[in-house]
């Protein structure tokens, strides 16, 4: 007997594309069953608890640092969302958005590329909602997040290292070009959803958490999801906060998640001319952040988030040194350091230096 979850109930005719609103050329039903899954999911589920992450003061890794006490550095935790990143967010507003528009029906498979964070979040997702999921993903990604994708029942396709993320992209268009009917690609990379879940979400956050006073907003660029959304509600509370998008330096690099606009495809849903200011952070200074954050602050995050950190010190140094006037810097931190424990994040000769360095400190 066909599972009656398998079909799609209700008809609730839509057209696929706004074009073709009144043509009826292609149609697509929503599935009523799943949406009062999802409904029901969001109020009681693990899903329930995304977003709404804390924002921390780091005041002793500003001392550390030899900043000046005008300066606060602020850091938004993203790994405290259930599927560990920022990423839940967009996940769980692409899913949303598929789901309602008709997109995303229970037969179809959810398929997309992703570094990893993106991934774990959609399986968390999916786990939750009983749907199928295939995810195009580097080789390269750690140990931890491949692990994490197979234990919430991900289907991995194992893409070229050397590649990158725009291999696994690549790998991801061909997979779906051979049978669209297929699959749901929700597509981080040009899915407004993605953007419009941190302008809804991580920015109002910010701005309530921090009294609505922010100087500097400081996030890395993987899709540009985060600095597009987050950003730019931002600068509706305040259009004088400064944006920073920050890349890694090297074409090669060990800062996971992030990517150089120089050398990659630029994603669709992000505007080069957007931030008002690019720094670029090496891998080894980045991880250094990682490691002192967690050392001074107890604060357990990845590279991506150091490279962040990274970014704010240089702005401190930079831009307000001299400055008497208070200003309040806002970081991104996308997850914690836990999925990197494979790497060499925290096996590293400098990492016990710095141990040795700082442990008993006060
Ligand atoms: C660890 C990490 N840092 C930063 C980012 C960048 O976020 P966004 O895609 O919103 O630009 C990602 C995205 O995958 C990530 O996984």
């Excluded at 839509?14 to 043509?23: A, L, Q, Y």
């Excluded at 992450?53 to 850091?75: A, K, M, V």
């Excluded at 590649?163 to 990379?189: H, R, T």
Aim: net charge positive; aromatic share 8%.
């Amino acid at each position: 007997m066909k599972d009656e979850g398998t079909r799609e109930v209700k008809a609730r005719k839509r057209s696929k594309h706004k074009d073709n609103e009144n043509s009826g050329i292609e149609e697509q039903k929503v599935d009523e069953e799943l949406i009062k899954r999802f409904d029901e999911a969001k109020k009681y589920s693990v899903i329930s608890k995304i977003g709404n992450t804390p924002l921390i003061r780091l005041d002793r890794l500003r001392s550390y640092l030899g900043l000046p006490e005008n300066i606060t550095i602020w850091g938004k935790l993203e790994g405290f969302n259930p599927g560990g990143s920022v990423k839940d967010r967009p996940a769980l507003f692409m899913i949303e958005d598929g789901i309602r528009k008709g997109k995303l029906t229970r037969d179809k498979i959810v398929l997309d590329s992703t570094s990893g964070n993106t991934g774990i979040a959609y399986a968390m997702i999916c786990a939750v909602l009983g749907l199928k999921l295939k995810l195009c993903i580097p080789s390269n990604a750690s140990f931890e997040r491949l692990k994490i994708l197979t234990i919430f029942g991900a289907e991995l396709v194992l893409t070229n290292p050397l590649e990158g993320s725009d291999g696994a992209m690549n790998e991801c268009a061909k997979i779906y070009e051979k049978n669209p009917d297929l699959y749901f690609k929700p597509d981080q990379y040009s899915n407004p959803a993605n953007s419009l879940s941190h302008y809804k979400t991580t920015a109002p956050e910010i701005w309530e958490d921090t009294g609505g006073k922010v100087d500097f907003f400081v996030a890395g660029v993987g899709t540009g999801g985060t600095i597009m959304g987050a950003g730019k509600r931002l600068k509706e509370f305040n259009p004088n906060i400064k944006v920073v998008a920050v890349e890694p330096e090297e074409p090669l690099h060990g800062l996971e998640g992030l990517r150089n606009t120089k050398f990659s495809i630029i994603p669709s849903i992000f505007d080069v001319n957007f931030p008002d200011m690019y720094l670029r952070v090496k891998t080894e200074d980045a991880f250094q952040m990682s490691r002192l954050v967690a050392l001074i602050e107890g604060i357990f995050v990845g590279p991506s988030s150091g490279a962040v950190l990274k970014a704010c010190e240089i702005i401190a140094r930079k831009f307000v040194w001299n400055g008497t006037e208070n200003c309040s810097i806002v970081a991104i931190f996308p997850d914690s350091g836990d999925r990197y424990f494979s790497s060499r994040l925290w096996e590293d000769k400098r990492f016990t230096d710095l141990i040795s360095k700082i442990r008993w400190k006060k």
